[in-house]
């Protein structure tokens, strides 16, 4: 499969009172058509402003966005109206995502409605093929949002991302205001309609647990900075870099035989407000020398495996 998205240098910042945040400084990799890219991370490093830049909610700084081969960085309004029919986005809470003047049946008929390419005498047909499609009973399509759970909020954000048949969705946290058990019906659910439709997907989240279950791909982000991107399975199996090592060794298991070594990390947090050069994660890395104070840049230090690490040889004894 060729890809979807290529992402080149890509920067995005805010101006505010203390400074420029770089929310994501300068950052490159490539979405393959039809699988999913784990984005994980903490809380604050940029991974939801990513996954906003990408489809134009918010507009990038610097850098390119490739998209099927073209580059979508600047667009004219109608260049935007098309590629927005392309990509979709589902939110995190769809308690605060759903209008809750709209009936069920109103949201997802509102981006058939808009974008004109539905016959109007089949639109009620159609939003009750979605509903369907996403297990949402027929008799629920004049209901409010505030009548429905949470997981049934979420199958309706879910029914008006597809409304449009896009080849690209942003999944953002969907399933982390969710209970445990209503986590795995939508995971299921989103990967059931990957593999019927050939969606692409962009997978943020912070639940390591999570995105192991649903990604072919995983990039680990640290204060806008990627520092590691590989397939999934070599990550869990292989992680190389010192912030990645830290963060999956964290991750509880419920075998009470398995001896995981967690990693303290201690120390003050780089602000991301008018950073200085090189590694943000230098300030409180076990393994920071004078190298790490320089810019760094993701490098291939095995097939399909980068990482952003000066030392990244010297701590992995590659």
Do not use: W
Request: aromatic fraction near 6%; hydrophobic fraction near 35%.
């Amino acid at each position: 499969m060729a890809d979807l998205f290529e992402v080149k240098n890509l920067k995005k910042y805010f101006t505010t009172g203390r400074g420029v945040v770089h929310a994501v400084d300068d950052v490159s990799f490539n979405i393959e058509e039809g699988k999913t890219m784990g984005l994980v991370g903490e809380s604050g490093c940029g991974k939801s402003t990513l996954g906003r830049v990408l489809i134009h909610l918010l507009e990038s700084t610097e850098g390119n966005i490739i998209f099927k081969g073209k580059d979508i960085t600047r667009l004219s309004n109608r260049e935007l109206r098309e590629f927005r029919e392309d990509v979709q986005i589902i939110f995190q809470d769809p308690s605060s995502s759903l209008n809750p003047r709209l009936t069920i049946k109103e949201t997802i008929e509102e981006p058939l409605q808009l974008s004109k390419k539905t016959n109007p005498a089949d639109i009620e047909k159609e939003t009750i093929h979605l509903m369907d499609l996403v297990g949402i009973e027929k008799r629920l399509r004049n209901s409010y949002p505030h009548e429905l759970d949470g997981g049934r909020r979420q199958r309706v954000g879910i029914a008006r991302a597809l409304a449009l048949n896009p080849k690209f969705v942003v999944c953002d946290e969907p399933v982390s205001a969710l209970d445990v058990s209503i986590q795995a019906q939508i995971l299921n659910l989103l990967m059931d309609l990957q593999n019927e439709f050939g969606l692409t997907y962009l997978f943020v989240t912070h639940n390591l647990s999570v995105v192991r279950h649903i990604s072919n791909n995983i990039c680990v982000m640290y204060l806008g900075q990627m520092v590691e991107t590989c397939p999934t399975d070599e990550l869990f199996a292989n992680q190389l870099h010192p912030y990645s090592k830290a963060l999956l060794s964290a991750i509880l298991s419920v075998d009470i035989h398995r001896k995981t070594n967690r990693i303290l990390i201690k120390g003050e947090i780089t602000s991301p407000i008018n950073p200085k050069p090189g590694c943000r994660f230098a300030q409180i890395c076990l393994y920071a020398g004078d190298k790490c104070r320089e810019p760094q840049k993701l490098e291939e230090v095995k097939p399909g495996h980068f990482v952003s690490c000066c030392k990244i040889r010297e701590i992995n004894n590659l």
